[in-house]
Nanobody, 125 residues
Framework: QVQLVESGGGSVQPRGSLRLSCSAS????????IGWFRHAPGKEREGVSC???????TYGDYVKGRFTISRDIAKNTVYLQMNSLKPEDTAVYYC???????????????????WGKGTLVTVSS
């Protein structure tokens, strides 16, 4: 049974850092693509970053140079290190798995197959 559990969200001041974790079960990270997406109030869900089954990664332009995606195969966990946070990064962050295709790499949420419940990140002074 596939499960994705996000953790690590919270409140942080602008220019602060957080690390999100996505713990996966029911599959191994080298099988499928895993993406991070976010949904802010009043906005559409948008792709943040993706790590492919082979370990390649992509980022949305709005987080490039600030966010880093990584994975620990042994722990079956994907991380999102978020630095230099801005108020506009405030959102619920979700991880999602794509069994087959390229939606993740192109940061398209519509093609993702299974989602976690999300973790809230609030950036405010």
């Amino acid at each position: 049974q596939v499960q994705l559990v996000e953790s690590g969200g919270g409140s942080v001041q602008p220019r602060g850092s957080l690390r999100l974790s996505c713990s996966a079960s029911g599959f191994t990270l080298d099988q499928y693509n895993i993406g991070w997406f976010r949904h802010a109030p009043g906005k559409e869900r948008e792709g943040v970053s993706c790590v492919s089954s082979s370990g390649g990664s992509t980022y949305g332009d709005y987080v490039k140079g600030r966010f880093t995606i990584s994975r620990d195969i042994a722990k079956n966990t994907v991380y999102l290190q978020m630095n230099s946070l801005k108020p506009e990064d405030t959102a619920v962050y979700y991880c999602a798995v794509e069994y087959y295709g390229s939606s993740c790499i192109f940061l398209r949420h519509n093609g993702m197959d299974y989602w976690g419940k999300g973790t809230l990140v609030t950036v405010s002074s």
